[in-house]
């Protein structure tokens, strides 16, 4: 069964104290999250919660928010993935240089460990489930194909996801007790169902990215702040996902920036008109900060030293 559950409102709190105890909260209960709002003398929020198996499920109706949640310092932080429904009012997420906006009656899933941020319209009424990366994973294959994609206005199965989230919505807020096992099993179907035939359109979006973060590689090889926290940076994306999408193609971010800027190295060795810089002098302009560690490289690479490799 579904286990004790939980319940905050400022409903008996007046002015900034009210927004400040949602704050708390939240963080505390919800997720470590940055939240603004425009005027927190007039904020207002109840927060309605409950264990359902492995899943969490809350009921969250608020007054405007801006929230920031900053995933590079929760290196332990259980894995999971949050899928958010707007019963009224509507939410801008963004996500690993995703955006996407939804109204009432649509949904979205998105990684709680990766960078996001989001903003609310002047009241809204959401359901928030937090999903155990592991549980998520036994029903979908590839869950980021599925994230900052809006789910149930655009699916077939979304009446039946409606009525499954607005049924179990109402169970918490009455404290009425749940079979935890059959809803989380229901809830893990149809998002298997909703997700069905994204994984290609996550392809397709993957390729894109990936040749516009190579075009940064191959034109600011020679820049050793380089770093795949800049890279992420300038893509809009977290550096975790950035890892993610070298990884699925075999190789690293490092890896792929470290045989570009050697290639390029090579060249200048073979090119006449460098011969007047020293190797030194290369490996600064290749991006490499330190000469013994390029010679290393050079030498694991192609088998020779920089030096012998220009002496022919």
Request: aromatic share 8%; net charge neutral; charged share 20%.
């Amino acid at each position: 069964m579904n286990g004790p559950g939980y319940h905050v409102s400022t409903a008996a709190l007046d002015g900034a104290p009210a927004f400040d105890h949602w704050h708390g909260q939240v963080q505390a209960h919800v997720t470590p999250i940055d939240i603004r709002v425009p005027d927190r003398t007039t904020f207002r929020g109840e927060l309605r919660q409950q264990h359902i198996g492995d899943v969490q499920f809350s009921v969250i109706n608020a007054t405007s928010q801006e929230g920031v949640h900053d995933a590079s310092g929760r290196h332990g932080a259980s894995p999971r993935f949050d899928l958010v429904y707007m019963r009224s009012g509507g939410i801008t997420l963004r996500q690993n240089g995703r955006e996407a906006t939804l109204g009432a009656g649509e949904a979205l899933l998105f990684s709680h460990l990766d960078n996001f941020s989001f903003v609310t319209s002047a009241f809204s009424e959401a359901y928030l489930v937090a999903l155990p990366s592991a549980w998520v994973e036994r029903w979908l294959a590839d869950p980021y194909a599925c994230t900052i994609r809006p789910l149930v206005g655009s699916s077939p199965w979304g009446a039946a996801v409606d009525g499954l989230l607005h049924s179990v919505a109402h169970a918490v807020e009455e404290g009425r007790p749940l079979p935890a096992h059959l809803i989380a099993d229901q809830l893990g179907g149809c998002l298997a169902l909703m997700c069905d035939g994204m994984a290609g359109e996550e392809t397709t979006h993957r390729r894109r990215l990936m040749h516009q973060i190579r075009r940064t590689l191959t034109s600011g090889f020679a820049d050793p702040a380089l770093t795949p926290a800049a890279i992420a940076a300038e893509h809009g994306i977290s550096v975790r996902y950035l890892h993610s999408l070298f990884a699925a193609t075999g190789t690293s971010v490092g890896r792929e920036l470290r045989t570009i800027r050697l290639g390029r190295v090579r060249a200048m060795l073979e090119d006449m008109a460098c011969r007047s810089l020293t190797v030194s002098e290369i490996a600064y302009a290749c991006g490499f900060n330190d000469p013994g560690y390029l010679a290393r490289c050079f030498a694991q690479e192609y088998g020779r030293s920089p030096t012998s490799f220009r002496k022919g």
